[in-house]
């Protein structure tokens, strides 16, 4: 199978950490991963100058079972390091380039997969979602994206970042490459026991037939007027499919942010604790210093800034006395969510709302925004993320020539309903290709 100069696309886009060399390739049909997740022939990095030259002895379950189904990886995609990010900007090897604008950011922290997804032909990238990396760069970049159910698709093989909210998904130009990928993926699986609690995957028995709008989420000033307006627009549309479209009240919502951040930095800190200079990638720590200096000098050399944020405070949240304030208290806050969307899936088939709260920003404007700002813009991602709720983002507009992606969000395990509603979406909505010109 020919897949073309991957070399001249990745020096334009830099979707790719690393690639295929050859322009063929065995296979029924290519997929790319998210490099976070290993595989025996390519480097696995996340992203990360820590991991550099890392091959790990076995791939990732995910991508074992693309391979089994016929399909040929032709590369792992560019992230935020460790998936630290919603920009794509933290990455230790190049950041990606939105197709619709190379001046704008592709979104993170899965950028490489949404752009991979927007530019190659029949493509189907794999990516993986802590708190909103598989849709926030789906809706920067035009694309469809999924993140199934927590559990839903084995983690074997994943370089954590955090393991209570981590989950495998999809990113695809195509609708309907979900409903085709997503079996291929998903299943029990030995190695990972979070993927024995899930029911059977069942596809084509529940349809989307009515949606809530939380008011919490979109009044106010939180999302900017284009995505508002297109947001409109869109509900215009589900109302002309016979959906039934409602505003109700989330109050839990407002908690997300803060509650995301504690409990996905706790758990990032305790994940990093492995990257030592003594098991993975670098290796040249300086071996005569004792064992904190050489811990901290290796560390220091290696981890990006926003990594290190990320392990002072999740050390901080965790520390004997803070625990009971802060990771216990967000544990609590995130069970109060979930029973918030439970409520609506009493009456609702999906929780809408737009993915983004802007369309994809330049560089030039997210070099100016503090990392306050940047988790700030994860808050309408965050709440299905916390929840462990499947979700999608389907493009829905464009403003600027910018793509704009609106968000669904199921109870658990009714990923079906996403799958209904992205290829219904998709017949009525005329999804955009990126002019990609080499
Ligand atoms: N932007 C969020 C964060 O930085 C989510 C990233 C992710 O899902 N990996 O944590």
Redesign the pocket.
Known sequence: MRIGDLGSINEKYEMFINFSQSNDIDGEFTFSAKDNLTSIDYESTAGSKILEGYKAPFDATPIKRMREAGGALIGKTN??E?????FCTNSAFGIPKNPFDLNRSCG???GGSACAAAVLDDHVSIG???????V?PASFCGVYGLAPSYGRVSRYGLID??NS??KVGLLSFKASDLRRYLPIISGKDPHDPTSYVQPELKLGQKKLKSVAIPKEAVKGDGISKDVMECFEKSLEMLRSMSIDVEYISMPTLKYSIPA??VI??SEASTNLARFCGMRYGQQDGDLTLKFDDYFTSFRSKYFGD?AKR?ILLGTFTRMVGYADRYYNKALQVREAIIADYKEQFKRFDAVVTPTMPFISPRFDDISKMSALD??K??FL??PP?ITGMPHMSAPCGYSDGMPIGLLFTSDHWNEDILIDAAERWDSAFDVRHAEVKI
């Not at 993986?128 to 598989?134: A, E, L, Q």
């Open positions: 992230m935020d460790f998936g630290f990010g919603t993170g922290s899965s993986v979602s802590t708190g909103g990396s598989i926030c970042y955090g909210l981590d995301y951040y996905a930095t926003e990320r940047s988790y813009a994860d991602t965050v993320n």
